[in-house]
């Protein structure tokens, strides 16, 4: 069962999600990642749209728009996700992300990432990822698991349990270690 579609934050209009994801973005309107945000962001507001008489081509056109970023980008992120503010998503390919998926703001996402459910018994047994959380290059995190603010999940991170705050999960199956401080790099 999907939840209902979600804006990053209910005050915010539409253009001014867009012009604080294209900061986010580096200021480059090119990078798949910023169009695949943009979409998800557009996807968001035709919901709003009423009546429905004229939402319906805005509904066409959002269709239209997500699988051009899915299939020539390969980014598959659904209105229905719950994205925070000024997520980014970094590089292209291969990400894929489940519409029940709650993303908190400031949170970074690299390519061949999956987030998503663990099995088909319970297709709403997804994960939400906190504020600030960093996900490293072919993470997987499944299930109904949460990771906390400011968590990093390592490159090729098959995690399956919930991360703390502030704490780094590497590793297949993953486990959580201490994250070095930034006066030890």
Known sequence: MSQAPYSADAELGLWAQIKE????????????GFRA????????WRMGVEPKLLRA??????????RYVRN????????STRLGRRVI???QSGIVIHG????????????N??????????LAAVPTLGKGVNVGAGA?????????????????????RDVPAGAMAVGVPARVIERPSATAR
Not at 100 to 111: A, E, L, S
């Open 89 to 91: 998503i970094d590089h």
């Open 113 to 122: 990432v999956t987030i998503g459910i663990r099995d088909l018994t319970d």
């Open 72 to 79: 020539h980008y390969g980014i598959e992120l659904p209105y």
């Open 100 to 111: 029940d998926v709650v993303i908190g703001d400031d949170c970074v996402i690299r390519q």
């Open 140 to 160: 997987v995190i499944v299930g109904p698991i949460h990771i906390g603010d400011g968590a990093w999940i390592g490159a090729n991170a098959v995690v399956l």
């Open 37 to 44: 945000v943009a979409v998800h962001r557009f996807g968001n």
């Open 57 to 66: 081509p805005l509904s066409i056109f959002y269709r239209m728009l997500f």
């Open 21 to 32: 994801d294209l900061v986010a973005h580096y200021g480059d309107w090119t990078l798949p």
